[in-house]
């Protein structure tokens, strides 16, 4: 890249985002005429070489987010990358964005400041994430406090432009105002948190945000002494967890407060109200009986105490005059409290305990809404404010509020939300509420508890959830919803464990107030009696979801009066009844019911009764069903008999769930079929006595035809012998040829003790995926006549059928053989698992089968299974003793295999057979084998080039008998050993993908192949070995590898390191490939090349000219082997034109970083007369065209083997020119 840029002399940008970039290239120094350079989201980038950026004399926009910060200490040392102090000489800067340590006391913080910044945005430190400034903010500064902050003049000159500042830290700042004596001028947004000495915040003029969080000592945020014009322009403010403070501001700082929009309080434990009126003169005498502290306790005081505090507040405030109140907080739109459990009223002259009283508004009751936000106020969240008892008085609750939002949740003490203070007023209009949300309220009684009418003229979502104590939404009624109360416009209503025995009362008034209802939702009202009345249904022409449940006392949903009326829900959508366990029907009226145009989707779970003959009265029609989900119901059957088929009113059902219904016998009749035309999915589940889904009727022959069934799953249907039940049939399958599905896809049988799923032959059908399960009596899947039925079929899954022996059998047809070859050459996933009896997937005289498309198989748990294509039949009793191939075999051929999961298949010692198809597991990239104890090895020998290529996860566990990963033959392991006279050649074996290894309880397991050999890993991120005990790595003695050790089962993960085992000796060899090691000018075309001459093998670097040869190699010691002596060599050879090495010395040292130097010496890569030479400081031949010579050595067997890091060293740095070394890498291997 450097040799490209450094071309482009011209360039003006030049954008470099999100480059694996480790140090950027010197040549950009070269651009004298670069104006915009972009290095942000370069997160790997460590170094800036000096003086590169102070080349770009043009310079106009930096831009290094998320990226390089390491910054020099000062300007004078010797550095070897870039410093602030550059960035001072980059005069036509105008806009940066980068991340410093400011704090960092060796760096001049002078060098900070820059004169004609337009846009900046600097973090200090890498604690702040978000680059994105507040609401298009151009200078942004973020701090991280220290005691250097106050003398630093450049931080400060930064300080007067900033428009958006962040401030965090434990030290250093006691004022905020000793950061900007001018006053912060331009401060728009200023963030605060974690700083434990402020007290209190200093003027700014400008400022339209504060948030401050986690503040200890500020007790007050804004001093009274402070101008009129100080937060003039605040718009936000957010205090969080600061525990001193009692209220936010006080009455004269809040009528200065003209734009204030939203205010966020959240747990602050001794916040008693927000607004402090300046009139309050009570003290902790008077109150009597409440002691607060500073940590947040209190003593509690009975009621009698309390009410005497009360009275003695109440006596003691003072009015505000009509011109103060109006001018207090009057934007303000948005009021979130949470967490305030000594709150006692939004200001101190409120009526103790109620959030917003009149003594909020002005005494003039013509102008009460235009102060305190009662006139603008649109969201209002109360949370956790246990003192509350009301929220509003009902002077405050009138016509002009415009409140849109309301929540109110956790309050312990909240009683009503609107209090009585009989003001004469004969409605309360709530104009504009739009969601009123209460929950969890321990204490809470009504609403309102006045008597005038109260009016939601534009409530869409009521909510009210876990009030035990609830009596009536309005005063004490009989009903929740009584006459006072009008919800024209409520569309969702979800009421919860609420003890109420009525929700309506009835009246054509309150009947006209929910006819907009779309959804409603009861649930563990446990003295309900039924939900409405038969007059009330024609209200809910609007209704699409309906869900009771958890209604102990529910007799019915729909309760008949003494009228007759017709029933219809035209909009009804879902209709879910759960847990009702004295429901006897849904309506049990004589009237001509009609649920017309309705009841898309139905639920109804755990109804109980000794007798219900069916669910449905038998005139109720549910024309446009299509989700009924039935669950627990003590029925027997679902609609009345009597019902005619042309009518019964499922027509459009697309779904049917029934579950856990024990009185089921049979779910339909042969003449409600027509009805289920629009069927897409069929669920049966834990039905005890349910025969057959289908009962049919006398003289009916038809065919069972459902033409959009997609989906078919039966669970737990002990007696379910077929689906359709004929009187004259004696057919022991669960389907027959009377039923056909022929858009099925999907189906899933569990816990079903059926003999046979289909007969011989079957209509052809679309199934993809087919799933069985505990299925008991099933002895096989398939026939080979069904064949072609079967030809989409994707996913194969079977489990625990203790009977299966073969999944498909043989009818004996001519010409079966081909056919049945094909049948799984779709199947993209198979899962055999707890099969104790599986033989084969089929037998007889085939050639091959190709699972052409398989991607993903699974065994598990099947003890006979030793060959998926036997040639006879092998009784179950003697297949222990007959000899058979093993799982893959020449038989069977998998060219897209990626995924093989074997599981506790104890009997076997083989799995991929030596005669296995070549064309097999290409594709393979994760392996997992656990507890296979009779396993020699995992892979032929023959498999390894195949194999090795895509392995991406390799995983073996509790095999006991392992001795290699891949076994050998004597024969093969002569083949890729070839000793010459010069060393032994030791074949290396590459696994260019493998991330992931896992090896695990392998007692004998001695490496990959029984030979001699290094396995190289590049790629490899994680790597866990326990109790491999004859490999001898990672053994007891590591108590810690980077840190991971638990159930003594150690994981040790590290990036792109190559690992290898030297089998010789049963010790870790590490191999540092050329890409790896630190070579000075690598990156440079001019001195060095790199090319992959093999692509089995990482790149080589090839030494072209350089009069400065040095280059190093690090590892972590943790990596090598305790107690073993390791020796460092360099693995490289010449080209043909070599300069400047012949019998020149190169000084090689081993050196351990922070410790002492553990070796140095004199090596030489080319000796006097050709390249081999006498000793051991000469090149060996390593017999594969490479050569080595030893650098150095350490001795863990004398010293202690600790967390470090080794390196090792090679330089020669004299003028002279040098050329022509290639070099491999570092080998470091055990002596």
């Known amino acids: 890249m450097g040799a490209i840029i450094g071309k482009l002399l011209n360039l003006q940008v030049l954008s470099l985002v999100g480059c694996d970039l480790e140090e950027l290239p010197g040549q950009i120094g070269l651009l004298a005429y670069l104006k915009l350079l972009d290095l942000s989201d370069c997160t790997k980038l460590k170094v800036i070489p000096p003086g590169v950026l102070s080349s770009l ?92 902050i106050n003398s630093e003049h450049a931080v400060k000159k930064l300080l007067k432009k900033t428009e958006e500042l962040h401030l965090q830290g434990t030290s250093g700042v006691w004022d905020v105002s000793d950061l900007d004596s001018a006053g912060f001028q331009n401060l728009k947004y200023l963030f605060i948190q974690d700083v434990p000495y402020i007290s209190w915040m200093p003027a700014f003029p400008v400022l339209e945000e504060l948030v401050l969080r986690n503040l200890e000592n500020i007790a007050e945020i804004f001093r009274s002494s402070v101008t009129e014009s100080s937060f003039c322009k605040l718009r936000k403010i ?76 109440d006596a003691t405030k003072e009015q505000p005059t009509e011109n103060q109140a109006t001018e207090k907080l009057k934007e303000l739109w948005s009021l979130r409290l949470e967490g305030l459990p000594k709150l006692i009223g939004f200001n101190s002259s409120c009526r103790a305990m109620t959030l917003f009283d009149e003594q909020v508004a002005s005494s003039s009751a013509a102008q009460r809404f235009e102060s305190f936000s009662a006139g603008k106020l649109k969201k209002l969240i109360i949370k956790g404010c246990d003192k509350l008892e009301y929220i509003f008085s009902s002077s405050m609750a009138q016509g002009r509020y415009m409140l849109e939002h309301l929540e109110i949740r956790k309050c312990r003490r909240m009683k009503e939300v609107i209090f009585t203070d009989n003001n004469g007023k004969e409605k309360l ?10 929950e969890d309220l321990e204490d809470f009684v009504n609403f309102y508890s006045g008597k005038c009418i109260v009016e939601f003229k534009t409530l869409n979502k009521l909510q009210v959830l876990n009030c035990p104590k609830l009596e009536g939404f309005i005063a004490n009624t009989q009903a929740l919803f009584s006459e006072q109360v009008e919800f024209p416009k409520l569309e969702i209503l979800r009421l919860s464990s609420i003890n109420i025995k009525q929700i309506w009362h009835i009246s054509s008034k309150q009947i006209a107030s929910i006819e907009k209802l779309k959804k409603l939702f009861v649930e563990g009202c446990g003295n309900l009696e039924y939900l409405l009345t038969s007059s009330m249904v024609k209200s809910f022409k609007q209704l699409m979801v309906l869900k009771i449940s958890n209604c102990k006392m529910m007799e019915e949903v729909i309760k008949e009066e003494e009228r007759m009326c017709e029933i219809s829900f035209p909009e009804l959508d879902t209709l879910e009844l759960e847990d009702l366990p004295k429901l006897t029907g849904f309506y049990l009226g004589n009237s001509n019911a009609t649920i017309s145009e309705c009841l898309p989707a139905a639920s109804i779970e755990n109804v109980e009764n000794t007798y219900m003959p069916s669910l449905f009265h038998d005139k109720v029609e549910l024309p446009k069903l299509k989700l009924l989900r039935l669950s627990s119901i003590n029925i027997q059957q679902i609609w009345h008999l009597s019902i005619p088929r042309i009518s019964l009113p499922i027509q459009n059902l697309k779904k049917l769930i029934v579950e856990r219904c024990d009185n089921v016998k049979y779910l339909l009749t042969s003449s409600m079929i ?169 037998h007889g005289n085939y050639s091959k089968f190709i699972f052409a498309n398989l991607r993903r198989f699974t065994i598990s748990e099947c003890a006979v299974l030793k060959t998926l294509i036997g040639d006879n039949t092998v009784s179950t009793e003697n297949v222990e003793n007959t000899s058979t191939p093993s799982l893959f075999d020449e038989k069977v051929e998998f060219p897209r295999l990626e995924q093989v999961i074997i599981k506790f298949m104890g009997s076997w010692s083989k799995i991929w057979d030596d005669k296995h198809d070549e064309n097999s597991c290409c594709q393979l990239n994760s392996l997992t084998v656990d507890s296979c104890e009779k396993l020699l090895n995992i892979f032929p020998f023959s498999m390894l080039e195949r194999v090795r290529q895509k392995l991406d996860t390799l995983e073996i566990q509790n095999c006991d008998s392992l001795e290699e990963i891949f076994g050998a033959s004597q024969q093969e392991v002569q083949k890729t050993t070839q000793p010459t006279n010069l060393v032994e050649i030791v074949p290396m074996f590459l ?82 490939p050329a890409r790896h090691l630190v070579i000075s000018h690598s990156d440079n075309p001019a001195y060095w090349s790199w090319s992959k001459p093999d692509p089995r093998f990482p790149e080589v670097a090839k030494l072209l000219d350089v009069c400065w040869f040095e ?50 010496r004199e090596v030489y890569v080319q000796a006097e007369s050709g390249i081999v030479g006498n000793g051991d400081q000469y090149p060996k031949g390593r017999g594969d065209n490479w050569f080595e010579v030893e650098l150095g050595e350490i001795d863990f067997t004398k010293e202690r083997r600790t967390d470090g890091v080794l390196e090792i060293h090679l330089q020669r740095l004299t003028g002279d020119w040098k050329s022509g070394v290639i070099i491999k890498g570092m080998e470091i291997r055990s002596n």
């Open 429 to 438: 209009t709530f104009p504009q509420l739009n969601i009123l949300e209460i």
């Open 238 to 313: 957010t205090v969080e967890n600061c525990k001193k403070l009692k209220n936010l501001f006080s009455s004269s700082i809040a009528k200065n407060l003209l734009q204030l929009r939203e205010i966020r309080v959240t747990s602050c434990k001794n916040m008693e109200e927000i607004v402090d009126d300046e009139e309050e003169t009570v003290d902790d005498e008077q109150q009597g009986g409440q002691i607060d502290n500073v940590d947040g306790e209190e003593e509690i005081v009975d009621d009698e105490q309390q009410g005497s505090k009360v009275d003695n507040i």
């Open 991 to 1072: 696994f260019p993908e493998l991330t992931h290894i896992n090896l695990s309880k392998l007692p004998k397991l001695k490496g990959f192949i029984p030979q001699i050999h290094i396995n190289e890993w590049p790629s490899l991120k994680q790597l866990r070995m326990h109790g491999c005990d004859e490999l001898q790595i990672f053994a007891s003695e590591l108590p810690s590898f980077q840190g991971i050790k638990e159930d003594d089962k150690l994981q040790i993960q590290w990036i792109s390191k190559r690992i290898s085992l030297y089998q010789r000796s049963g010790k870790i060899c590490c191999m540092l």
């Open 1111 to 1160: 280059f190093y190699g690090r590892i972590n010691t943790l990596m090598l082997s305790p107690k073993t002596r390791y020796k460092a060599y360099l693995v490289f050879k010449l080209a043909d034109r070599t300069h400047g090495f012949r019998n020149s010395p190169i000084e090689a040292a081993v050196v351990l970083l922070g410790g002492a130097e553990v070796s140095k």
């Open 57 to 148: 004399s043009r310079l106009e926009e930096l831009y290094m987010r998320n990226s390089f910060y390491q910054w020099a200490e000062g300007q004078k040392q010797k550095k070897q990358v870039a410093s602030l102090f550059e960035l001072r000489q980059l005069t036509k800067l105008t806009a940066i964005e980068m991340r410093i340590n400011i704090c960092n006391t060796h760096i001049n913080k002078g060098d900070l400041f820059f004169k004609d910044l337009e846009r900046y945005k600097i973090f200090d430190g890498d604690m702040w994430h978000s680059w994105d400034g507040y609401c298009g903010s151009s200078k942004i500064l973020k701090l991280k406090l220290d005691g250097s």
């Open 674 to 842: 027509m009805s289920y035309k629009q069927l897409i999915m069929l669920k049966i589940c834990h039905c005890k006595i349910m025969e057959a889904v289908i009962d049919s009727e006398e003289s009916n022959e038809e065919t069972i035809f459902f033409p959009e069934l997609v989906s078919i799953e039966f669970v737990g249907l002990p007696k379910l012998t077929r689906f359709y039940h004929a009187e004259n049939s004696d057919k022991p399958s669960l389907f027959d040829e009377k039923v056909q599905f022929p858009k099925l896809r999907i189906l899933s049988l569990s816990s079903i003790n059926i003999q046979q799923i289909w007969q011989i032959s079957i209509p052809k059908i679309s199934l993809e995926k087919l799933s069985v399960e505990d299925c008991g009596n099933l002895k096989y899947l398939f026939m080979s006549s069904m064949v072609k039925s079967f030809e989409q079929l994707t996913v194969l899954k079977i489990c625990n059928c203790k009977m299966m022996e073969q999944v498909l059998i043989s009818c004996g047809l001519v010409g079966e053989e081909k056919l049945c070859e094909s049948f799984f050459s779709k199947l993209d996933t198979l899962e055999l698992e707890e099969l104790p009896k599986l033989a084969r997937l089929c």
